[in-house]
């Protein structure tokens, strides 16, 4: 699938991981394909989305119901039967917010190995700002049968115990968030005063890098020439390290590691999505302030 004309793909590792409007505009009515729209706003999808995708809630889809996990493997072969996905179908996935609920999305369904997935570069925001259509209709499509193996975590998300072992071995952190919540001025991520923490700062030792520096205006991804001034010139990170990002609960930080994975590379990234809701909330854990 080429995503990209060859003189604005070069330098990215995985280009073919980006798709742009033009080409998804051309495959709406592809039985292969599957657009799917995962907002931070969840009520945008109803006044309006493009034509034929589909929606997955990260909170009511993604999320176990009762404790704080993901959905197991049934059901996310479940979630996918019910939104036409197959093991073979593209999923592309475009949001709001410069696509950090996507990349959650997409983050999620990689702990399954659905590696046939894309991200919709620009996302819902250069899709409405370039005139294209959006729809109120729901979809509807028929229930396939999905074959998940068991989710892996291992590959991929990084829990506490490991986050801590991280720290101890001084191994290097990014820490995503705005400078006031990496510096412990603010408990909470801006303006969400509502989803704070009871202690600020940030793990020791971690980098602040806000997710956001990875996106231009538009919400596209930045060339693959700023990206490494970013990363690698200016906080010293390096494609052979082991690496943990992480945010407030995952989801911003989802977008960092897919810069890292996806557009650098970098074979060794992993998305600690306890983050600091987590972190700030445990007895005894180390911080920096």
């Known amino acids: 699938m080429n995503a990209y004309p060859a003189s604005d ?36 999808y109803d006044q309006g989305h493009i034509p034929g995708a589909a929606m997955i809630d990260w909170v009511g889809d993604l999320n176990d119901r009762v404790r704080r996990d993901y959905l197991g493997r049934e059901g996310f072969e479940r979630l996918c039967a019910e939104k ?31 590696s046939n997935a894309r991200i919709l570069n620009g996302g819902r925001k250069k899709w409405v700002d370039e005139g294209r259509p959006l ?8 229930r396939t049968t999905y074959h998940a193996p068991e989710r892996a975590d291992y590959k991929i998300r990084a829990l506490r115990d490991q986050v801590l072992a991280h720290v101890y071995a001084r191994a290097p952190l990014v820490d995503v968030r705005s400078p006031n919540e990496y510096s412990g001025e603010l408990l909470h991520m801006e303006a969400y005063p509502q ?22 205006e538009d919400g596209t991804f930045r060339p693959v020439a700023e990206l490494r001034q970013l990363y690698e010139v200016e906080n010293g990170l390096a494609p052979d390290q082991n ?32 983050s600091w809701t987590e972190w700030g909330n445990m007895v005894g854990v180390p911080i920096e302030r």
């Open 243 to 274: 690496i943990i990002t992480y945010c407030r609960i995952g989801e911003r930080s989802s977008h960092t590691w897919f810069v890292l994975t996806y557009l650098l590379g970098y074979p060794t990234v992993r998305n600690y999505d306890g």
């Open 9 to 44: 793909k070069s330098g990215y590792a995985r280009p073919e991981v980006l798709v742009e409007t033009e080409w998804l505009a051309e495959h709406l009515q592809d039985p292969a394909v599957r657009a799917v729209e995962s907002d931070e706003d969840i009520l945008l």
């Open 195 to 216: 989803e704070g923490a009871l202690r600020g700062g940030h793990v020791p030792g971690a980098y602040n890098i806000p997710w956001g520096k990875a996106a231009r």
């Open 84 to 114: 036409g996905i197959g093991n073979d179908t593209t999923v592309v996935f475009y949001g709001d917010k410069s696509n950090w609920w996507a990349t959650y999305a997409f983050w999620v369904f990689q702990l399954f190995g659905h």
């Open 135 to 142: 729809s109120k209709e729901a979809p509807h499509y028929p």
